[in-house]
């Protein structure tokens, strides 16, 4: 069974700050990773996705994430925070399709506000 | 126009009645998802549809069906609904050639169940 946490439920960050969204995975297999972002009254959209190769996976809008498998962790972090950048952000998890198809289980979201 | 997307965007129902949310895509895509998003709860899998022919259960099927009607339709009932069934739906949907893809998802149903 695969579970995703993300630490924080709510962060809140200055415009032009760092930001940092954690996220911890449980996975049997070799996990792919995924974060989406969901602005008010949208559906999601994909920030990024780790599958294989390279582990630090760079995303749009410059958002990035590192997959750390001894830390079972793909954080998502941005240098600057904008204003536009206020939303909530969902960390998710698949294996591989031949163990698990496509079924993705996701975190319990993460709200980021951004302060001027 | 947006490439999957889901009827109606907003709809209130008493307790008992039956009701569909439709999804749509225009993507090509073989696989398609329902979803439903409560506050503090992330997204649940609902039910899954590889193809026409391959509908499968989700963590959280109990109270719903489905239906594939074509490659680009996935109808999710809610045969007699219920105010826990108040949320967030969302439909997505992914390619399906045997690897693991992002999915894409439509813009949601807003359900209320009064």
Known sequence: AQSVTQLGSHVSVSEGALVLLRCNYSSSVPPYLFWYVQYPNQGLQLLLKYTTGATLVKGINGFEAEFKKSETSFHLTKPSAHMSDAAEYFCAVSGPWKSSGDKLTFGTGTRLAVRP | ?114
């Open chain 2, 1 to 114: 126009d947006a490439d999957v997307t889901q009827t109606p965007r907003n709809r209130i129902t008493k307790t008992g009645k039956r009701i569909m949310l439709e999804c749509s895509q225009t993507k090509g895509h073989d696989r398609m998802y329902w979803y439903r998003q409560d506050p503090g709860l992330g997204l649940r899998l609902i039910y899954y549809s590889f193809d026409v022919k391959d509908i499968n259960k989700g963590e959280i099927s109990d109270g719903y069906s489905v239906s594939r009607q074509a490659q680009a339709k996935f109808s999710l009932s809610l045969e007699s609904a219920i105010p826990n069934q108040t949320a967030l739906y969302f439909c997505a949907t992914s390619e399906g050639t045997g690897v693991t893809y992002e999915q894409y998802f439509g813009p949601g149903t807003r359900l209320t169940v009064t």
